[in-house]
């Protein structure tokens, strides 16, 4: 059931790319309210071809879109399709305020198919395409101001854009979009929101044609009047049921006495009463059921608004885990790179102590080949023995510490001492040994005289490998202190656990390694090649941006240009003479005083138009003048009143003829200041011709 009609009154009107050729609307803004915003009844003047008629046929066009009812079609021939013109979309949008404030907005977009306008477009009326709308405005995104009428470049947006755009309006706008083959979906989408489309009607018949008030309103009888008067007010159906119960009730007084009569008008009444009663009971009803369903669809709106927001909040977590996993990616890879280096650490270690234990075998056998070839000499040695031994203790302690992976720098110190004191007592013992077979073996010592000077050599050079074993020593200290260092670090940092076997620990490293090593030759090469695909398609759109962004700086440039000129152009007219003098100012700013410039303008056109239609008639009578005179020397011509009366005298086969024309044929020259003189309205009517002229005179 139609919603309870509303008395809507036109508070704006915006109009944009319509209009006939001869009466464009061009983005233009009609107010009708006052300061407060509140509608008013309102005057719009035009001069004759302004397009007033134009702007009543568009808004009854918007309302009643038929097309046999647009205005002034049966006197005109003109439709809609001649006011939409090339490959222009065209817009009118009316917003409406009631009494209580409430507004809304009505509106249509047109556009020709493919934006071609058909050579006839009459012939091709159905190729016009339409759209009609309505919302509720609401701030911010539902007012007509901020309706998408063109887009970012100031081009007109497209039919099919500019109608999805007020289909996604807030669902507090109560939008709707019509197609212009759904006419009776619009009538009642108007109903609905209190706008009876059937109240137009009498402005079609009145503004049909010039006068066509006057016409609407000459009543031979009042009950004519009544009876247009009804039309207005109320709807056919309504009326013939007035008129039924009326006629009834006529019907029952003239056959029954008074009491009776108004006995059974009150118990009729009482039974339409109680049909209005139930009438307004399902009304009522119909209006709570448009209510709870109007109240559903908004939940349903604010649950998909809702969704849509979860939506979002979920992409946005997606596109933090994926930050998220990227970050551990690259730990993953700076913990690799220092699993690398540690283990390239560990390879170094073992190998140097691999080389420290070839040196200590080489050491062992140097040591057996000096003591055979150096017995007497042994004593001067021990010192370097001792060293010596010292080495190797400390290169066997190395060994035993990597083979049990638990370095701890106190015990390390510990067993290094004991060792060395237990060699110490080693070597005593040796040297007692060796003082008493010094005298066993001084007969062997002749002997070996010979090999002592290769062995002085030998000895040369293991002093040089001692100096060299010595800094080696020296380092090994310091890489030991480095190795105690990072592994309490490592504690530190929780990348050992207190206590932690080292030889598991490198295990895991090693595991962890290879895991890792997998994630960088598999996984994240990977990773990266599907970041290039998709990187691909980026690179791509941002070449293409760039290419845009060039375009939009070159017709920036353009418009720059082009905003010079017209500058310049500005500046020209702000000192041209005809400005100036129109505004009787030295310099005159267009820009600024565009609205009284060109009220100027239209005023001096008005005048200059009237002078010229002036002149123009003058001309034309001076015209008929010359001729008359070249035709009858000495006679001037009627006037057109005159000559038009007498052609159509003439038409209809009655001898008439103008008073000059009838004294030149039959008044001699002589006597026709006489003539005037006697009969001075002689010249100025038609007389009938006489046969004498002693008649007039």
Same mark, same amino acid.
């Given at each position: #059931?139609?919603?309870?009609?509303?008395?809507?009154?036109?508070?704006?009107?915006?109009?944009?790319?319509?209009?006939?050729?001869?009466?464009?609307?061009?983005?233009?803004?009609?107010?009708?309210?006052?300061?407060?915003?509140?509608?008013?009844?309102?005057? !719009?003047?035009?001069?004759?071809?302004?397009?007033?008629?134009?702007?009543?046929?568009? $808004?009854?066009?918007?309302?009643?879109?038929?097309?046999?009812?647009? !205005?002034?079609?049966?006197?005109?021939?003109?439709?809609?399709?001649?006011?939409?013109?090339?490959?222009?979309?065209?817009?009118?949008? $009316?917003?409406?305020?009631?009494? &209580?404030?409430?507004? #809304?907005?009505?509106?249509?977009?047109?556009?020709?198919?493919?934006?071609?306008?058909?050579?006839?477009?009459?012939?091709?009326?159905?190729?016009?395409?339409?759209?009609?709308?309505?919302?509720?405005?609401?701030?911010?995104?539902?007012?007509?101001?901020?309706?998408?009428?063109?887009?970012?470049?100031?081009?007109?947006?497209?039919?099919?854009?500019?109608?999805?755009?007020?289909?996604?309006?807030?669902?507090?706008?109560?939008?709707?979009?019509?197609?212009?083959?759904?006419?009776?979906?619009?009538?009642?989408?108007?109903?609905?929101?209190?706008?009876?489309?059937?109240?137009?009607?009498?402005? !079609?018949? $009145?503004?049909?044609?010039?006068? =066509?008030?006057?016409?609407?309103?000459?009543?031979?009888?009042?009950?004519?009047?009544?009876?247009?008067?009804?039309?207005?007010?109320?709807?056919?159906?309504?009326?013939?049921?007035?008129?039924? #119960?009326?006629?009834?009730?006529?019907?029952?007084?003239?056959?029954?006495?008074?009491?009776?009569?108004?006995?059974?008008?009150?118990?009729?009444?009482?039974?339409?009463?109680? +049909?209005?009663?139930?009438?307004?009971?399902?009304?009522?009803?119909?209006?709570?059921?448009?209510?709870?369903?109007?109240?559903?669809?908004?939940?349903?709106?604010?649950?998909?608004?809702?969704?849509?927001?979860?939506?979002?909040?979920?992409?946005?977590?997606?596109?933090?885990?994926? =930050?998220?996993?990227?970050?551990?990616?690259?730990?993953?890879?700076?913990?690799?790179?220092?699993?690398?280096?540690?283990?390239?650490?560990?390879?170094?270690?073992?190998?140097?102590?691999?080389?420290?234990?070839?040196?200590?075998?080489?050491? &062992?056998?140097?040591?057996?080949?000096?003591?055979?070839?150096?017995?007497?000499?042994?004593?001067?040695?021990?010192?370097?023995?001792?060293?010596?031994?010292? +080495?190797?203790?400390?290169?066997?302690?190395?060994?035993?510490?990597?083979?049990?992976?638990?370095?701890?720098?106190?015990?390390?110190?510990?067993?290094?001492?004991?060792?060395?004191?237990?060699?110490?007592?080693?070597?005593?013992?040796?040297?007692?040994?060796?003082?008493?077979?010094?005298?066993?073996?001084?007969?062997?010592?002749?002997?070996?005289?010979?090999?002592?000077?290769?062995?002085?050599?030998?000895?040369?050079?293991?002093?040089?490998?001692?100096?060299?074993?010595?800094?080696?020593?020296?380092? +090994?200290?310091?890489?030991?202190?480095?190795?105690?260092?990072?592994?309490?670090?490592?504690?530190? &940092?929780?990348?050992?656990?207190?206590?932690?076997?080292?030889?598991?620990?490198?295990?895991?490293?090693? =595991?962890?390694?290879?895991?890792?090593?997998?994630?960088?030759?598999?996984?994240?090469?990977?990773?990266?090649?599907?970041?290039?695909?998709?990187?691909?398609?980026?690179?791509?759109?941002?070449?293409?941006?760039?290419?845009?962004?060039?375009?939009?700086?070159?017709?920036?440039?353009?418009?720059?240009?082009?905003?010079?000129?017209?500058?310049?152009?500005?500046?020209?007219?702000?000192?041209?003479?005809?400005?100036?003098?129109?505004?009787?100012?030295?310099?005159?700013?267009?820009?600024?005083?565009?609205?009284?410039?060109?009220?100027?303008?239209?005023?001096?056109?008005?005048?200059?138009?009237?002078?010229?239609?002036?002149?123009?008639?003058?001309?034309?009578?001076?015209?008929?003048?010359?001729?008359?005179?070249?035709?009858?020397? =000495?006679?001037?011509?009627?006037?057109?009143?005159?000559?038009?009366?007498? &052609?159509?005298?003439?038409?209809?086969?009655?001898?008439?003829?103008?008073?000059?024309?009838?004294?030149?044929?039959?008044?001699?020259?002589?006597?026709?200041?006489?003539? $005037?003189?006697?009969?001075?309205?002689?010249?100025?009517?038609?007389?009938?011709?006489?046969?004498?002229?002693?008649?007039?005179?």
């Amino acid at each position: #059931m139609p919603a309870p009609a509303r008395l809507w009154r036109i508070r704006r009107i915006y109009l944009d790319r319509i209009g006939a050729p001869a009466a464009r609307f061009r983005d233009v803004w009609l107010e009708f309210g006052s300061r407060t915003g509140n509608p008013l009844d309102t005057i !719009l003047w035009m001069r004759n071809g302004g397009g007033k008629s134009t702007l009543i046929a568009l $808004i009854c066009a918007s309302i009643r879109p038929a097309r046999n009812d647009y !205005l002034a079609t049966a006197e005109t021939g003109r439709h809609l399709e001649d006011c939409v013109l090339g490959a222009d979309t065209a817009h009118i949008a $009316i917003e409406w305020q009631d009494p &209580d404030g409430r507004r #809304m907005v009505t509106g249509a977009v047109y556009e020709w198919t493919d934006r071609i306008q058909p050579a006839d477009p009459n012939a091709s009326w159905e190729q016009l395409q339409q759209r009609w709308y309505a919302f509720t405005p609401s701030r911010p995104a539902a007012e007509i101001e901020v309706l998408p009428f063109h887009d970012g470049n100031q081009h007109p947006t497209t039919l099919k854009a500019f109608a999805d755009a007020i289909a996604a309006l807030p669902p507090e706008a109560d939008s709707v979009v019509i197609d212009y083959k759904d006419q009776g979906k619009w009538t009642s989408a108007l109903q609905d929101r209190g706008l009876d489309p059937a109240l137009f009607t009498a402005i !079609l018949k $009145i503004n049909a044609s010039e006068g =066509g008030i006057e016409k609407q309103f000459k009543f031979s009888t009042t009950d004519e009047f009544v009876r247009y008067l009804l039309s207005l007010v109320g709807d056919s159906a309504t009326s013939r049921r007035l008129s039924t #119960m009326l006629g009834k009730h006529r019907a029952s007084i003239a056959r029954h006495p008074r009491l009776r009569t108004e006995l059974d008008f009150t118990s009729e009444a009482v039974q339409h009463l109680k +049909l209005l009663k139930e009438d307004h009971q399902r009304l009522h009803e119909a209006d709570e059921g448009r209510a709870t369903q109007g109240h559903r669809a908004r939940n349903l709106a604010a649950s998909f608004s809702a969704a849509a927001a979860h939506a979002r909040i979920q992409v946005a977590r997606h596109s933090a885990d994926a =930050g998220e996993q990227r970050d551990r990616h690259k730990q993953a890879a700076d913990n690799a790179d220092v699993y690398e280096s540690l283990h390239r650490e560990y390879q170094w270690w073992a190998a140097h102590l691999l080389e420290e234990a070839a040196r200590a075998v080489s050491a &062992d056998a140097e040591k057996t080949v000096a003591e055979r070839d150096q017995l007497r000499q042994a004593w001067h040695l021990v010192p370097i023995l001792v060293q010596h031994a010292e +080495l190797s203790a400390e290169l066997k302690g190395l060994r035993e510490q990597q083979t049990r992976d638990k370095a701890d720098a106190a015990p390390v110190r510990q067993r290094y001492q004991q060792a060395a004191a237990q060699l110490i007592a080693v070597l005593y013992r040796s040297r007692r040994d060796l003082e008493a077979t010094i005298d066993t073996n001084e007969a062997t010592a002749a002997a070996a005289e010979k090999e002592r000077r290769k062995a002085q050599d030998k000895v040369a050079e293991a002093d040089r490998e001692l100096g060299a074993l010595t800094a080696e020593c020296v380092q +090994l200290r310091q890489s030991i202190t480095v190795f105690e260092t990072s592994v309490a670090s490592a504690v530190a &940092d929780e990348h050992l656990p207190v206590g932690a076997d080292l030889a598991d620990t490198h295990t895991a490293c090693a =595991g962890q390694q290879t895991r890792l090593l997998h994630e960088l030759d598999v996984e994240i090469p990977n990773a990266a090649n599907a970041l290039a695909e998709t990187r691909s398609p980026i690179d791509a759109e941002h070449r293409e941006l760039g290419t845009q962004i060039a375009n939009i700086k070159t017709a920036l440039r353009n418009l720059n240009d082009e905003l010079q000129e017209l500058l310049e152009q500005i500046s020209r007219l702000g000192s041209h003479n005809r400005l100036t003098l129109l505004a009787q100012a030295d310099t005159v700013d267009p820009v600024a005083e565009n609205g009284a410039l060109q009220q100027a303008l239209t005023d001096a056109i008005i005048e200059i138009d009237r002078e010229r239609i002036d002149l123009s008639v003058e001309d034309a009578d001076d015209r008929r003048a010359l001729q008359s005179l070249a035709g009858q020397p =000495g006679l001037l011509p009627a006037s057109l009143d005159l000559t038009r009366a007498a &052609d159509v005298l003439r038409e209809h086969s009655i001898p008439a003829a103008t008073g000059w024309h009838y004294l030149a044929d039959a008044v001699a020259p002589a006597l026709w200041q006489r003539a $005037i003189t006697n009969a001075p309205s002689l010249v100025a009517g038609l007389p009938e011709p006489v046969k004498s002229t002693e008649t007039v005179c």
